[in-house]
């Protein structure tokens, strides 16, 4: 099949040859302006151009070529859901390139890469503008449209328009005067006068704010940018009700609209201001934005400020020159280790959500006793049923994946009403599901059989809950980072040679994202933050065989009852 048969490849193709853009290749990402893992649909840009709507990709088009890289989790699903006209590209597998290498082999030197600059991290776009480098392509940032939405058009959805929720005191635990209070004195000790806050998790923490601009994460889209004596918030004001805006007054926040802070971040340089930047969180077109405001100050006053006195390198400087600080956010932290008050919702929403569970298999085993023929969404649709009716339910914390025998081997399985299974009483039956509730946020997964399971499937189930318990029970020093841990629940399924493709635990919010960070118990190593008190995770080990089963099982403990080595 001739790439141009798909119609929006044509269409996308179409668009590298209009004025202004002029490029070659284009990179489509997951992610929205704000590295969200579940995005609004109208940002999900990716899973439109290609079919694929998984949580984790990365699209590329050429004139001639389109690829598409994902990781293991979404190797099956990928396969299914690709047109010819794609290449699967089985991301970490042996001999698979990344994105850019890829584009080096296939384009000839020389060529023009684009990018929307407010999807890409600033990291992320450097380190791909140097990888590419390397055959004299250029990385050409594309600010004033995205091409997949000029081709999306009229049927793109339109953007989240919920209203903003003050999140009560008594879940949050501290108020927002107290949480600034200790983020300026952050500023001061890192010498910076602000700081841009561009992960929702992280606004909604901060400003003890909760939205439903994203389905199964309480957040909405906005910016944040706080100095040492105030704060701006960049919404569309439509969002804020009258309670959200006497809140946000009362600690000293003003609102401004979202698409304004481009300009807000211009002016702070033009005021020779200090700016805090995760340069791994926030996108590059803010980033670079405040750069070339920065040259913009220093070409004004350079008959005042000749050179740069230790300017744009994130090192400390004279405090009338702007420059930027380059350090991780410290709300990201501060927002994993949770209060006793986040803890205590997060048990006490576990109560209830545990109470939906157990209302619900008996529900299952019940109707599967009495032959009762049931599809993988049927029984996820009776699952939200029970947890609908317990106290201070809002969603569910990412799509229910309700697999029976081979579907439980698509990692995050998503079933769909017109082509779905049906739950087979004689194979294996993976439900890994979670909710937001208004005091916290649950995820939880059990693999349980009806009938006889055979050998291969008990040894296989035996090993993953062998692992399961070892983390459980798991004594470590203080300050160990959680890659040390991991190898606790994969060492039963390493005894004879089998594995899984996902990380052991990841991070979970307090009446937040379902996925948090920044810590995490994972095979990957570059992950060195450790874990401690305060801190609630994921135990979930696994295992799958393609086309046949999958198993899983998941708790989620808090670091707070874990013992540690007194060294």
Known sequence: MKPSSDPKLAALRHLFSEPGVDIDT??????????????????????????????????????????????????????????????????????VPTASEWINEVLAPGGRVGIDPFLFTSDA??????????????????????????????????????????????????????????????????????????????????????????RHSPVVYAYLIVEINGAKLFIDDSKVTEEVSDHLKKANIEI???????????????????????????NAAIVNAYSAACDRYYRNRESKHKTRTNGFDGSIGRSDVPFAVHKVSPVSLAKAIK?????????????????????????????????????????????????????????????????SGPNGAIIHYKPERESCSFVDASKLFLLDSGAQYVDGTTDITRTVHFGKPTAREKECFTRVLQGHIALDQSVFPENTPGFVLDAFARSFLWKVGLDYRHGTGHGVGAALNVHEGPQSISHRYGNLTPLVKGMVVSNEPGYYEDHAFGIRIEVIFSSAILYALKC
């Open 26 to 95: 284009y990179i489509i990402p997951s992610q929205d302006a704000h590295q969200s893992e579940f995005i609004a649909e109208c940002y999900t840009r990716r899973a439109y151009v290609s079919g694929f709507t998984g949580s984790a990709g990365t699209a590329v088009v050429t004139k001639d070529k389109a690829a598409l890289w994902t990781d293991g989790r979404y190797f099956l699903q990928a396969e299914k859901q690709l047109s010819s006209n794609w290449i699967l590209m089985r991301a970490g597998n042996p001999g």
């Open 125 to 214: 776009a450097e380190e791909l503008k140097g990888v590419i480098s390397k055959k004299n392509h250029e990385l050409v940032y594309l600010y004033n449209s995205n091409l997949v939405d000029e081709i999306w058009k009229e049927s793109r959805p339109k953007p989240p328009n919920n209203p903003v929720r003050v999140h009560d005191l008594k879940y949050a635990g501290l108020d927002v005067a107290t949480k600034l209070s200790s983020l300026r004195s952050e500023l001061v000790n890192a010498g910076s006068s602000a700081i841009v806050i561009s992960m929702l998790d992280e606004i909604a923490w901060l400003l003890n704010l909760r939205g439903s601009d994203i």
């Open 256 to 282: 401004r609209p979202y698409n304004s802070v481009i300009s807000e971040i211009e002016r702070l340089a033009a005021q020779g201001a200090t700016l805090w930047l995760d340069t791994s969180s926030v």
């Open 339 to 403: 209060n006793e008050s986040e803890l205590e919702g997060m048990r006490n929403c576990h109560k209830r959500d545990a109470a939906a569970l157990a209302q619900f298999w008996d529900w299952l085993e019940t109707e599967i006793t009495n032959d009762r023929i049931l599809s993988e969404v049927e029984v996820s649709d009776k699952l939200l049923e029970f947890r609908s009716k317990q106290a201070g339910f809002l969603d569910t914390s990412f799509d229910t994946i309700s697999g």
